[in-house]
């Protein structure tokens, strides 16, 4: 069974910085594509940045595009997700989720699998 957990949220200002981390297990990762998602209060959850297995491609939400950076450790079964100039409008519940190859790194989260319980964001003006 595939399993994620988020860790790296936290509260920071306008203007700053945060890596995300999500540890998985219970995987192959050549076997799965990967993606951050995050959710804000009353509102649907939207996908953030995704890779393909072995980082050959990737995607990004127009919002966070040249400010985010998605990556993975497959040594060590880590996903990053490197987030720059956060503005307020960042802040969100972010999570990181799993499909299963074939697949190419999407931005839906109707096409992922298995999730993690999430890690909060907080910018503040």
């Known amino acids: 069974q595939v399993q994620l957990v988020e860790s790296g949220g936290g509260s920071v200002q306008a203007g700053g910085s945060l890596r995300l981390s999500c540890a998985a297990s219970?995987?192959?990762?050549?076997?799965?594509?990967l993606g951050w998602f995050r959710q804000a209060p009353e509102k649907e959850r939207e996908g953030v940045a995704a890779?393909?297995?072995?980082?050959?491609?990737?995607y990004y939400a127009g919002s966070v595009k040249g400010r985010f950076t998605i990556a993975q450790d497959n040594a060590k079964n880590t996903l990053y997700l490197q987030m720059d100039s956060l503005k307020p409008e960042d802040t969100a519940m972010y999570y990181c989720?799993?499909?299963?190859?074939?697949?190419?790194?999407?931005?839906?989260?109707?096409?992922?699998?298995?999730w993690g319980q999430g890690t909060q964001v907080t910018v503040s003006s």
């Open positions: 219970g995987y192959t990762y050549s076997n799965y594509c």
């Open positions: 989720a799993a499909r299963k190859t074939p697949c190419a790194p999407s931005g839906s989260k109707y096409d992922y699998n298995y």
């Open positions: 890779i393909s297995p072995f980082g050959s491609y990737t």
